[in-house]
């Protein structure tokens, strides 16, 4: 679905322990500096006592900027002992994509980008191997080749965290990117990192899944979208999908439907971060989809 047109809006993202009276007073907030709610999302985790609110709000009425938006909401968000922000939704993000061999997910990605389905800017895209540079250049975005040579490797995250910096990127996609990222990167774009796993995990974590999912017997085979943590494929789910394989299908069939899964999943996980749907807490995410 194509992003919806609602105007100059802010989005408000909030979570805090869970107490009397948070939406009213956040709501009453945002009428006291007179915007309209575009949209509201919330939800309460009962078993760990916490409140995770989503709101996004009319710019064109408010009485003022989103730097007195910050300084005015300070005080209410203290008084909930909030973790919060508020992000300007028409300015886009910029997200760098990365990527190996396998073309789906990007190609898909830079399709829906084109197609103007998600909002951002893709400044670059790096990958260690040529293949994909006609495709991405062909859509008029740089693309860098830092290849990765298994004796030395960190020259080459050096280099691309290089890359990633100098375009000043919000947002690192991994789009079926075959290289496990270091844990010095995995925390400096901890919540901005996010990854396409071609397993539903927690199942058949690490490299050839679809193997494993052959070898096993499955009969269903998915994909999972989760930001990327120091622990390979344990950090938060953002999305998951799966589809239906029999005792008949060959491993190249998995993989073939797989990867009709991967893009899409890809695809939904990267539009609800860049939507500020998705909200972290630990190794959990909530996601208002």
């Known amino acids: 679905m194509i992003q919806e047109n609602k105007g100059h809006t ?3 993202v909030t979570s805090c322990p869970d107490a009397v009276g948070i939406v009213a007073e956040v709501t009453r907030f945002v009428a006291d500096v007179n915007g309209s709610l575009i949209e509201s999302n919330h939800h309460t985790d009962i078993a760990d006592g916490w409140f995770y609110m989503r709101n996004v709000i009319a710019v064109d009425s408010l009485s003022v900027d989103i730097e007195g938006f910050r300084k005015n909401f300070a005080e209410l968000a203290d008084k909930f002992d909030m973790k919060w922000y508020v992000r300007d939704v028409q300015k886009k993000q910029k ?3 990365l990527a190996s061999h396998s073309s789906h997910c990007l190609a898909d990605l830079l399709h829906r980008w084109h197609s103007n389905e998600l909002h951002c800017d893709i400044p670059c895209v790096i990958s260690n191997h040529e293949n994909l540079r006609s495709m991405v250049e062909w859509h008029g975005i ?4 830092v290849p990765v040579p298994k004796e ?3 020259d080459a995250f050096d280099k691309m965290n290089e890359i990633i910096e100098r375009h000043d990127a919000d947002t690192v996609v991994l789009a079926r990117y075959m290289q496990i990222i270091p844990p010095e990167l995995c925390t400096k774009f901890q919540g901005r990192l996010i990854n396409i796993h071609h397993s539903f995990l927690p199942s058949f974590i690490g490299g050839n899944p679809y193997q494993k999912a052959y070898d096993r ?3 269903l085979i998915g994909a999972t979208s989760h930001y990327v943590t120091e622990d390979l494929d344990e950090g938060p789910i953002i999305e998951q999908d799966v589809i239906r394989v029999s005792h008949s299908s060959e491993k190249d069939d998995m ?3 797989g990867r009709d899964v991967e893009k899409s999943v890809l695809a939904r996980g990267l539009r609800y971060h860049l939507e500020d749907r998705v ?7 909530v996601v208002f989809s």
């Open 142 to 145: 740089p693309f860098h080749y």
């Open 217 to 219: 017997g499955v009969k």
């Open 152 to 154: 030395d490797k960190q």
């Open 279 to 285: 909200i972290v807490r630990g190794n959990k995410a």
């Open 95 to 97: 997200v760098v994509m």
């Open 255 to 257: 993989v073939r439907l």
């Open 10 to 12: 802010f989005c408000l």
